[in-house]
């Protein structure tokens, strides 16, 4: 079975933090899905062409990576296409309890 993750975000813009949790993930996944979120409460800076147009740059010729927006939730997006992982970033203790409160509502919606 194909191991697919998910690394959701809005990527506005997509930063050297971003790649660097993206190439760790190719590492250890078979498929890496780039999810750029929609989030109409969330005013972007950069168009969602725009933020598309640059990880496609970053990543258009490695085969292993997929990039997709989406609106909705995150565990909806996963069961779409059959990604079994989210792959989140954490800078500071205050970013991991909010991850930690995100990890379990997904739990709780896809076991």
């Not at 506005?12 to 409460?41: C, K, Q, Y």
């Not at 079994?84 to 970033?89: L, N, P, S, T």
């Amino acid at each position: 079975m194909k191991r697919i993750a998910l690394v959701p975000g809005t990527f506005d813009p997509i930063t050297i933090g971003h790649v660097d949790i993206i190439d760790r993930a190719l590492l250890m996944f078979d498929e890496v899905w780039i999810g750029i979120g929609r989030n109409s409460i969330k005013q972007s800076l950069f168009s969602e062409e725009k933020r598309r147009t640059w990880i496609e740059q970053i990543y258009g010729t490695n085969p292993k990576v997929k990039v997709e927006a989406y609106e909705g939730l995150t565990t909806d997006f996963c069961r779409k296409i059959n990604a079994q992982f989210i792959i989140r970033g954490i800078r500071t203790t205050a970013d991991f309890d909010y991850e930690k409160n995100i990890a379990q509502m997904n739990k709780a919606q896809c076991p």
